[in-house]
């Protein structure tokens, strides 16, 4: 017979809003972690105060931390400043992409434009000719009335 090891856990004393006791429950999304600049800022400061072995390690590990947040946000830092730490994820946003948009609107717009305007000359000119038609007696007609 199997006997489980089972430890007494004192209920009242373990504070369920602690994070080192998770939820059961799994979200159905998981959330990304969202650094601010300033923690950032403070991390990297301490990782640069930490001088004996295995600081840096004990310092990730109790932020809960990867290495590769060190070198990027590191990276960041010296392309941009400190400006670089409040960098948002994604897609850069593309200066001259509105000013395509807006150009590929108004060619569109002049495409329609000169469309009407062949029409309207073609309808003034078709009624220039029909005014002359009009405007000239017809010689069989002239004789008749008379």
Not at 11 to 18: F, G, I, L, P, T
Not at 78 to 89: F, T, V
Not at 129 to 136: E, F, G, P, Q, V
């Amino acid at each position: 017979m199997l006997r489980r090891n089972v430890q007494a856990v004192d209920v009242e004393a373990v504070d369920v809003d602690s994070p080192a006791i998770s939820s059961p429950e799994v979200s159905a999304r998981p959330t990304r972690r969202r650094f601010t600049a300033a923690y950032k800022a403070r991390i990297l400061e301490a990782a640069e105060r930490c001088k004996e072995a295995g600081e840096v390690g004990a310092l990730l590990r109790r932020e809960g931390l990867y290495a590769s947040h060190l070198v990027s946000w590191r990276r960041q830092r010296a392309a941009e400043g400190e400006a670089g730490l409040s960098r948002k994820r994604g897609r850069k946003t593309d200066p001259d992409q509105g000013t395509a948009r807006r150009i590929a609107q108004l060619e569109r717009a002049n495409e329609r434009l000169a469309e009407r305007l062949r029409k309207a000359e073609f309808i003034i000119e078709f009624q220039k000719k029909m005014a002359i038609l009009w405007a000239t007696p017809s010689t069989g007609e002239s004789e008749g009335h008379s």
